[in-house]
């Protein structure tokens, strides 16, 4: 029975790497996107948690240092096979990316922005398609008192018009210490274990942070010193990429001059087009800053790795901390009432960010050969048709969120 239980285990492990594969390819859009995509195959379709459970998980990631939806799916594999699972999770989420963006820096001179921007100019309404569908499921699953729509609204409204970094957390918070005044409706736990914190990740997370930066004023070799600066850079980062981006510009550009503007404008308009975690552009900044070094493609590739690392780390340790606790938490009673607040607000935030990423969409128009009165050619706008026909058919059921992904780059392939 443990050699069938192991198997059982050991196959659904893979399953789940498959799946996050899958989501590694085909997950355009950033943040917002990737949780739409995640609720889709992770929860709807293979069920490996709830609704509740997914934005539970987002939510927490989203008040620690970090790239949230890698952190979320992280933890969706430590939750499903431990440690050894969610390491693996990690490295096949960022991978793909990864690679793309490695490719692009040492591909620089030759790499054509054009023709990519023109190769998924459709992909990214299909990915508000994405995120129109999540807000709508979620708010469905969610959303279960007046208290919990008013606060669905407000934080929509809020986190649209003040887009800011510090709102996302605070709105969060906000929202969890609404409910949390309704902690007398939920069940006391009559056997509630106490709550013991391990510290272990915490302190590796410490450690490396004052080692690197001990090692890194100390030596010159450019690896050591890149990766320390990533990784404060990842440990101290709230907000996702768009918070990223001009901190690593100050720091690399104008600061240290390892890549030009331009260079570092040119990798920020390639990782938008990639899919995968926008933090992947530390292998891009990785992989330009080793060129000084002489040493070549090699050089430049391990430029690469040091950068990826030093990104993804810090997030990864601090969500294993506080995850370790956080189910003995979650037991008290205001903590199980917040969470309502937490949810709702997650909620919010979704319906904003599909207004806040269809704003930026070039307008485009659809010519139609014919008009329904005889008159000239008609043309209608293209994005809004390609979001509501991506809505449309995600509510179907019937068509995989990897063959509208294919579809919309196979359709930019013919336009280009």
Not at 112 to 121: S, T
Not at 279 to 308: C, D, E, H, K, P
Not at 354 to 365: A, E, I, M, V
Not at 401 to 412: D, F, R, T
């Amino acid at each position: 029975m443990r050699k069938g239980g192991r198997r059982l285990r050991r196959g659904r492990n893979f399953v789940f790497l498959k799946d996050v594969a899958a989501l590694a390819c085909t997950a355009f859009g950033g943040p917002s996107a990737h949780l739409a995509m995640m609720f889709r195959l992770l929860v709807e379709k293979r069920r490996y948690l709830s609704a509740a459970e997914l934005l539970e998980l987002q939510a927490l990631c989203a008040l620690l240092p970090g790239p949230t939806s890698t952190q979320t799916v992280t933890v969706i594999g430590y939750r499903l096979g431990g440690p050894n699972l969610a390491y693996l999770t990690l490295l096949v989420w960022v991978l793909p990316a990864t690679v793309l963006m490695t490719l692009a820096a040492l591909t620089l001179s030759r790499l054509n922005p054009v023709l990519v921007a023109a190769l998924v100019q459709f992909v990214q309404p299909v990915a508000v398609g994405f995120v129109a569908f999540s807000a709508y499921r979620i708010g469905e699953k969610v959303i279960q008192t007046k208290t919990a729509v008013a606060l669905t609204v407000a934080s929509a409204m809020l986190a649209y018009f003040f887009q800011l970094p510090w709102v996302l957390p605070v709105l969060l918070l906000a929202g969890g210490a609404v409910t949390t005044a309704r902690y007398r409706k939920h069940a006391i736990e009559t056997e509630k274990k106490p709550l013991q914190v391990e510290w272990a990740n915490f302190l590796l997370w410490l450690g490396i942070l004052v080692g690197a930066a001990v090692l890194g004023h100390y030596t010159h070799w450019l690896p050591v010193r890149l990766f320390e600066n990533f990784y404060r850079n990842g440990s101290l980062v709230f907000g996702g990429g768009q918070v990223l981006a001009p901190l690593l510009f100050a720091e690399f550009v104008e600061f240290k001059h390892y890549l030009t503007a331009p260079e570092f404008l040119s990798g920020l308009g390639v990782v938008q087009l990639v899919p995968g975690p926008n933090f992947s552009i530390a292998a891009y900044i990785g992989a330009l800053a080793m060129r000084a070094q002489g040493s070549g493609t090699t050089g430049q590739v391990l430029g690469a790795l040091v950068g990826t690392a030093g990104i993804f780390l810090p997030g990864t340790f601090l969500i294993f901390f506080v995850l370790r606790f956080w189910a003995r938490l979650r037991q008290y009673r205001v903590v199980k009432a917040s969470l309502e607040g937490i949810n709702a607000v997650s909620a919010g935030l979704v319906c904003a960010a599909t207004l806040l990423l269809y704003h930026p969409l070039p307008d485009r128009l659809l010519a139609l050969p014919w008009h329904w009165h005889l008159g000239p050619i008609a043309a209608v706008p293209l994005n809004p048709l390609l979001v509501g026909t991506t809505f449309l058919l995600l509510l179907w059921e019937r068509v995989p969120a990897v063959a509208l992904v294919a579809a919309a780059l196979g359709a930019g392939a013919l336009a280009g």
